[in-house]
């Protein structure tokens, strides 16, 4: 396994949701669509996460889907069965 510097970008929610607490902008008690701010914060927080997850999965040749057929260098599917196509009768 490698790290690039893109994987820095994991810490980046790691420290906004543990330091949420002393962030006084988010401490406070005004509403945003009725949810506290600090609801908004946490929530916003959970799909900036799952875009950095989602950027760094694709961009990571380790990880790459057997099933792509963009990369299909055999002709065996994700069962290991070699695909003869559809099958006569």
Same mark, same amino acid.
């Given at each position: !396994?490698?790290?690039?510097? *893109?994987?820095?970008? @994991?810490?980046?929610?790691? &420290?906004?949701?543990?330091?949420?607490?002393?962030? =006084?902008?988010?401490?406070?008690?005004?509403?945003?669509?009725?949810?506290?701010? !600090?609801?908004?914060?946490? *929530?916003?927080?959970? @799909?900036?996460?799952?875009? &950095?997850?989602?950027?760094?999965?694709?961009?990571? =040749?380790?990880?790459?889907?057997?099933?792509?057929?963009?990369?299909?260098?055999?002709?065996?599917?994700?069962?290991?069965?070699?695909?003869?196509?559809?099958?006569?009768?």
């Amino acid at each position: !396994m490698h790290l690039t510097p *893109a994987h820095a970008l @994991v810490l980046l929610p790691v &420290i906004a949701l543990i330091g949420t607490p002393l962030f =006084p902008f988010v401490n406070n008690h005004t509403v945003i669509l009725g949810f506290p701010v !600090m609801a908004v914060w946490i *929530a916003a927080w959970g @799909v900036i996460t799952t875009g &950095i997850l989602g950027m760094l999965y694709r961009t990571e =040749p380790e990880l790459s889907d057997p099933s792509d057929p963009s990369d299909a260098s055999d002709a065996t599917g994700p069962s290991g069965v070699t695909d003869l196509g559809e099958a006569s009768a």
